[in-house]
């Protein structure tokens, strides 16, 4: 199992970027994705989720409508655009991989799954 994250940088404030995850090693269609961070210093947190139908998503209420979460079953990828970024979005960003379904994953509730596959994560820093 595999999940390679990009797409993170130095960006302005008030500015965009796009995370990629590519995934190998499962049938990336029947799980569910999600994306967390970790600021320095502190723990990692839930940024959002997305079903294994891309029907159904749930964000942390401190992205909710700057953040979206999408993914391509045919590309075994899911993605988190970011816009209007803050420097409090300054984190390692992961993706993870549930086998749960949607109702039974604890991402679907915002929180840890301990049967998630990780990432390496992506540097995401965000200057005032």
């Known amino acids: 199992v595999q999940l390679q994250a990009s797409g993170g940088g130095l960006v302005q404030g008030g500015g965009s970027l796009r995370l990629s995850c590519v995934t190998s090693?499962?049938?990336?269609?029947?799980?569910?994705m999600g994306w967390f961070r970790q600021a320095p210093g502190k723990e990692r947190e839930f940024v959002a989720a997305?079903?294994?139908?891309?029907?159904?998503?749930r964000y942390a209420d401190s992205v909710k409508g700057r953040f979206t979460i999408s993914r391509d079953n045919t590309k075994n990828t899911v993605y988190l655009q970011m816009t209007s970024l803050k420097p409090e979005d300054t984190a390692v960003y992961y993706c993870?991989?549930?086998?749960?379904?949607?109702?039974?994953?604890?991402?679907?509730?915002?929180?840890?799954?301990?049967?998630?596959?990780w990432g390496q994560g992506t540097l995401v820093t965000v200057s005032s």
């Open positions: 993870a991989a549930d086998s749960s379904s949607w109702v039974r994953s604890p991402l679907s509730s915002g929180r840890n799954s301990p049967r998630a596959h």
């Open positions: 090693g499962f049938t990336f269609r029947n799980y569910v």
């Open positions: 997305i079903s294994d139908s891309a029907h159904i998503t």
